[in-house]
């Protein structure tokens, strides 16, 4: 706080920035009674017909107010309270918010709002803490893990900013080279945060993680009474806590003395924010560590293609786990044709379960919810029609009895022969977790069945709740999304049925391949942790796909080259940057119609971007400008969403790919403002922005 003492008769300004989606600040005078707030204080203030707490951004001289207000500098109102002695956000972490607002397009106060633990209003009561587990002392090291953290550690002693990718097989030990370098990280009175990608993986890894650092470790994630990340929030701040770890908000945690961010599971899209701002904590956390001269380390058995090709750039420093701590291998996949079957369950999948359930043994069965996609199917070879442009399979839309392309708008008629076999069998792939659950109930009554989705696991405390049931001794299945696939380690597990490997597989995102050999190998590395041996079934109408093939195979490096050759030659990340924008209304004409105009209207303003036409015979919904050759911007659409009608509003989406500078980015909402008002229909149409979208649907 600055000295309160002022010359008599001056009048002091300060810039605030409000919690509210707003592209702007607002100026508000101090009453001589309060001393200048430095930035990152919490001032209440006016605003409307009543009153919001907003940060201080710095100070305001007459000159810097905006015209009208420097005519009529009495029109400002007055500050009503400071709420600290101290800011509550440091320079650090206010640089850091104005960086995401410009990237990210987004205003000021939403990143600030997305950066607090609670309403800035808000005092709650602090809990008590947690009690600790019994004491745990860390592990002999394999040769590869005494490597990695040697690297590591040298990093931190020469105390510049450093990343590394720490690229380690299922049960190859990563968790310990993580805790054994926040040792060292500590020891030189240092600060550390520690990502994982869910919610449901924080009950485990704190459990650990305190068993090693005892009292220094915080709890932070959404999950938490206010209370609870409130004071995980000002013991970081004052350095009561050495270490946060939670998911991807706790990469704003306050860290004074911040030496090392380690990022779980680094290739997760959960670390990607889906309501605004939409940012990417990995991203955070590279600048976070450049400022404060830390380092990053990224720890994963199935890196992200990003992270791969920034390796290959020499922007990451790769450290190798290639072997399992305790001996034996990752069970290779199986895999189970399902042409023939009936039911949810291959004959050999409900085969293994039941015998695994007379062993003792504990089974996981995944059915990721993303499969009710409408993709439709050769069950004969499994064939699927995509996109002679973007690549990605074609959606089939009832309504209009066509298949199209959620990317450039790209329509087909639907096959009646498959063009691959001559097959006339066909399949539209999709089903839910309760509906297997009702069939396995029905299949091995008497046997514990735990669901673990996004439905059976809203109540607070219900991610800790199913893993304890299942954790319990003697047979058990976990039934579950790709929340149960990722870091969990339960030694009893010695079976894991993928279900429904199509529907990742065949999704249509420019991701899909890269997710579904993710999701299918850290699933797989749930079996056989412990002394017994384990098996992994994987259920598939497209036995032949060639990623399966590869997976089978355990030729990882095979799908990797093909991805990025892939991605590279059709202008997806990591080597061009796409935008999606989202145009939704409550009538199908009026999207359709504002989508159009702001294709239009973007492509006025940027006179670079040429699209290449799309083939003879695709449907007219594609937007597309003639251009015979790829240039700096590329844009794609309009085209209807995916889905098309979400909560009574119609969408439609345009994709942009290429790298654009924040004043392109900030010019679209003020375009679209403008046709909206146009239209006539300020009020009804809206706009979304996702820069550097994980995924398209």
């Known amino acids: 706080m600055s000295d309160p003492a002022a010359p008599a008769g001056s009048e002091r300004f300060v810039d605030v920035a409000l919690p509210l989606p707003l592209d702007r600040s607002f100026s508000y005078r101090l009453p001589p009674e309060l001393p200048t707030p430095a930035p990152g204080t919490r001032v209440r203030v006016p605003f409307g017909a009543g009153e919001e707490t907003g940060f201080v951004l710095g100070s305001l001289g007459p000159g810097q107010l905006a015209a009208g207000l420097r005519a009529d500098p ?28 410009d990237y990210y397009a987004a205003g000021l106060g939403e990143v600030l709002r997305s950066m607090v633990p609670v309403k800035p209003m808000k005092r709650p009561r602090l809990p008590a803490a947690p009690p600790l587990p019994p004491p745990d002392a860390p592990q002999r090291l394999t040769p590869p893990q005494a490597a990695a953290l040697a690297a590591v550690k040298a990093a931190l002693d020469a105390g510049g900013f450093a990343r590394f990718l720490l690229d380690g097989v299922t049960g190859s030990g990563k968790t310990e080279v993580y805790l054994q370098a926040i040792v060292h990280c500590l020891a030189a009175g240092r600060q550390a945060i520690v990502l994982v990608p869910e919610i449901s993986l924080t009950p485990q890894a704190a459990q650990r993680f305190r068993a090693r650092l005892r009292e220094g470790v915080g709890v932070f994630h959404s999950g938490l009474a206010a209370g609870e990340r409130y ?79 920034n390796v290959r750039l020499g922007k990451y420093r790769r450290l190798e786990l290639p072997e399992r701590v305790a001996g034996g291998q990752r069970p290779r996949l199986e895999i189970l044709p399902m042409a023939a079957e009936t039911g949810l369950l291959a004959a050999p999948l409900a085969e293994a379960i039941g015998a695994c359930a007379e062993r003792g043994e504990k089974a996981i069965l995944l059915l990721n919810r993303r499969g009710h996609s409408r993709l439709r199917l050769c069950r004969d070879c499994g064939y699927l029609r995509r996109c002679s442009r973007c690549e990605i399979p074609l959606v089939y839309h009832s309504r209009r009895e066509r298949l199209l392309c959620h990317y450039c708008g790209q329509e087909r008629p639907l096959e009646p022969v498959c063009p691959d076999c001559g097959g006339r069998r066909w399949v539209l792939l999709g089903a839910g977790t309760q509906q297997l659950e009702l069939e396995l109930g029905l299949r091995f009554p008497g046997l514990p069945l735990h669901r673990m989705d996004l439905d059976s696991t809203r109540r607070r405390g219900a991610h800790a709740d199913i893993l304890g049931r299942f954790a319990a001794p003697g047979p058990a299945i976990l039934l579950g999304t790709q ?44 079996s056989g942790r412990g002394e017994r041996p384990g098996r992994v079934l994987v259920q598939t109408y497209a036995p032949g796909h060639p990623l399966l093939a590869a997976l089978a195979r355990d ?94 509003r119609y969408r439609q989406q345009l994709l942009i790919k290429g790298r654009l500078d924040s004043g392109q980015k900030r010019g679209i909402a003020p375009l679209f403002a403008e046709i909206a008002r146009r239209l006539g229909r300020s009020g009804a149409l809206g706009l979304e922005l996702d820069v550097d979208p994980e995924s398209l649907l």
């Open 74 to 101: 009495a029109k400002i109102k007055p500050v009503s309270e400071l709420l600290d002695a101290e800011p509550w956000l440091d320079a650090g972490l206010l640089g850091l918010a104005r960086w995401l607002a």
């Open 555 to 648: 030729e990882l490096a095979v799908v990797v080259e093909r991805e990025l050759a892939e991605r590279e030659a059709l202008g997806y990340p990591p080597f061009r940057r796409l935008l999606a924008l989202l145009v939704s209304a409550p009538e199908e004409a009026l999207a359709q119609e504002a989508a159009r105009r702001l294709a239009a209207g973007l492509r006025e303003r940027w006179p670079e971007a040429l699209v290449d036409p799309l083939p003879a015979g695709t449907g007219p919904t594609s937007g597309c400008s003639g251009g015979a050759a790829r240039t700096q911007v590329e844009i794609l659409g309009p085209v209807e969403g995916y889905p098309a009608r979400l909560k009574e």
């Open 483 to 526: 929340m149960i696939a990722k870091g969990h380690h339960f030694p009893e597990v010695t079976l894991v049925g993928v279900v429904d490997a199509d529907s990742g597989l065949f999704l249509p995102d420019f991701r899909a391949a890269e997710r579904s050999w993710q999701l299918l190998e850290q699933v797989a590395g749930r």
């Open 231 to 309: 004071a995980v929030w000002e013991g970081m701040r004052a350095g009561r806590l050495q270490v946060v770890l939670g998911p991807r908000s706790a990469i704003f945690a306050p860290c004074p003395r911040l030496g090392l961010v380690v990022i779980d599971e680094e290739h997760d899209s959960s670390y990607k924010q889906t309501e605004k701002p939409r940012y990417h904590a990995r991203s955070v956390a590279m600048l976070r560590a450049r400022d404060a001269g830390a380092v990053v380390l990224l720890g994963s058995a199935t890196p992200s293609l990003e992270s791969l090709h």
